[in-house]
Each structure stands twice: as structure tokens, then as C-alpha cells.
């Protein structure tokens, strides 16, 4: 039977930072002259782990959590998905309107500029439908083979089939 543990080398996967309550044994086994490796078999942490809490130490004077780096950002998860759902139901929108919209439903003051780039992360862009030549009954009853044998054609082509 495998008991509940909270030793770091048991997980899988990626874990999270360990709490300073683990970090301040490992600073005190560095400044007794412990080896990095006699420090990792003592606490039961892995090696790199040992590594990396010692090395911030060093570097920062600290082992608590930094703020993140660059800017928060402006639109939220739920900001987001209403702005995908507006798009999704007309794409044929600008992006002034979508902005609009964001900004009566959520409160949230945006530039049509911050709209198309939340846009283009989501993987819509502005582009315009290709124009295909309507279906008509004489081109639906000649079939498929009809479609492959045109498929080439240029635009005089279809112009004289569909206005003759």
C-alpha cells in the first residue's frame, strides 16, 4: 500500500514551488558546507530542485516567489470567450463593434487594435470568403464528374457557362 507523501521525488509531473518551510533547510545545509548532493539525500529533494533554490538564494538574496515579468493582460478568460461568441455569431463584424460590445457587457475599454490581436491569438483573421460560381440545376445534374472535369477553367470559362 502506498502511502500519502509529500516528498517532491514521488510526484509525477511538474510541481509545484516548494514552500519555505523546505527551502530554509536546504539554505542552511549550503551554509554549513553541504554538498549539493548529501543536501538532496538528506531532505529527499531532488538534485536540480537543490540546484535551482540555491542558485535564486545567490542571486536574489531570496527564496520567495518574484511577481511575473511583463505586462497583465488586459482581456480576462471570460472577456475572451463572449468576444469569440460575438465573433462566431456574424463574422462579417468590424472590430470597432466587437470593442463596443465588450465594453457594455463587461466594462472592459478596448482598441479595436487590442480586439483584432485577441482575434488573430484565437485564430480568426480578416480575410474575405473566395467567391464560388452558385450550383445551377443543369450544373447539379452532370454530377461530380462535371466538377473535376472543370476544375481548371478560368474565369471567362465559368462566366460563359453560367450566363448562357
Not at 57 to 73: C, E, I
Not at 82 to 87: D, E, I, P
Not at 115 to 137: D, N, Q, W, Y
Amino acid at each position: 500500500m502506498q502511502t500519502a507523501s509529500t516528498n517532491i521525488g514521488e510526484r509525477m509531473g511538474r510541481s509545484q514551488e516548494l514552500s519555505d518551510s523546505k527551502c530554509g533547510p536546504v539554505i542552511g545545509g549550503h551554509l554549513g558546507n553541504k554538498s549539493i548532493r548529501d543536501i538532496s539525500w538528506l531532505l529527499n529533494i531532488p538534485l536540480s530542485t537543490v540546484s535551482g533554490i540555491i542558485t535564486k538564494w545567490k542571486q536574489l538574496g531570496t527564496t520567495a516567489t518574484q511577481p511575473p515579468s511583463g505586462r497583465p493582460r488586459h482581456m480576462t478568460g471570460r472577456g475572451q470567450r463572449m468576444l469569440k461568441r460575438t465573433v462566431r455569431r456574424s463574422r462579417q463584424l468590424s472590430a470597432e463593434s466587437p470593442a463596443k460590445d465588450l465594453q457594455t457587457w463587461c466594462g472592459l475599454q478596448m482598441s479595436p487594435t487590442t480586439v483584432r490581436r485577441e482575434l488573430h491569438g484565437m485564430g480568426f483573421h480578416g480575410r474575405a470568403a473566395a467567391s464560388k460560381p452558385s450550383i445551377t440545376k443543369c450544373n447539379a445534374k452532370r454530377g461530380m464528374q462535371w466538377c473535376k472535369a472543370c476544375r481548371h477553367w478560368t474565369l471567362e470559362q465559368w462566366r460563359r457557362v453560367l450566363w448562357s
